[in-house]
C-alpha cells in the first residue's frame, strides 16, 4: 500500500463532543452523507463498536465494507482497517483528535485505500484526499450547527 492522505481541520467544539461524534460509528448517517448507512456488528466489554458494516458512497470509492476498529489509543485516536468490501481490497484509517482549548478541537484523517481495480496512484491520492476533506467538512458543519 502507497501512504495515507491525510487532512487537518479545526472544529470550534469541545473535545469530548467531536470524540462522541467520531465514536458513535453507527450514527455516521446522520452527519456524513458518503456514509449511506452503518450497522453496528460487534461491540466490546466498554459497548464500543469494534465491527461495523458501512455502505460507501464518496465519488470514485463506493462499496460495501466492514470495517475492524481498534480503541487502544482511543480517546487520542481511533484507528480502522478493512475486513471485507465488494471493491476494495484495503482500506485503513486513523482519526486523531487533540483539544486547541475547551471550546476547540483539532482533528486529523488519515486515509489510505487500495482497489481491485488498477488507478493510477494520482487519482486514488486525490479521491481518499476528496473523501477526508469532505468527511472533515460534515463532520465541523454538524458540531458548529
Keep these: 500500500m502507497a501512504e495515507f492522505s491525510k ?22 448517517p446522520e452527519w456524513s452523507t458518503q456514509i449511506k448507512s452503518s450497522e453496528a456488528l460487534d461491540r466490546d466489554a466498554q459497548g464500543r463498536v469494534t465491527k461495523v458494516k458501512m455502505s460507501i458512497d464518496a465519488g470514485m470509492m463506493k462499496d460495501r465494507v466492514t470495517l475492524d476498529y481498534d480503541w ?19 482500506m485503513d484509517g486513523v482519526y ?9 478541537t483539532e482533528v486529523t484523517y488519515e486515509l489510505e485505500v487500495s482497489l481491485s481495480m488498477p488507478i493510477p496512484a494520482m487519482m486514488r491520492q486525490k479521491a ?14 454538524f458540531l458548529e450547527g
Excluded: N, R
Excluded at 98 to 104: C, F, G, K, L, R
Design 96 to 104: 486523531t483528535v487533540t483539544a486547541i482549548d475547551e471550546d476547540s
Design 7 to 28: 487532512s487537518v481541520i479545526t472544529i470550534d467544539s469541545p473535545i469530548a463532543d467531536v470524540q462522541k461524534a467520531l465514536f458513535e460509528l453507527d450514527k455516521y
Design 72 to 90: 487502544s489509543q482511543a480517546p487520542s485516536k481511533l484507528s480502522f482497517s478493512l475486513e471485507d468490501a465488494d471493491l476494495l481490497t484495503g
Design 128 to 141: 481518499e484526499k476528496a473523501t477526508i476533506d469532505a468527511a472533515l467538512a460534515q463532520l465541523k458543519s
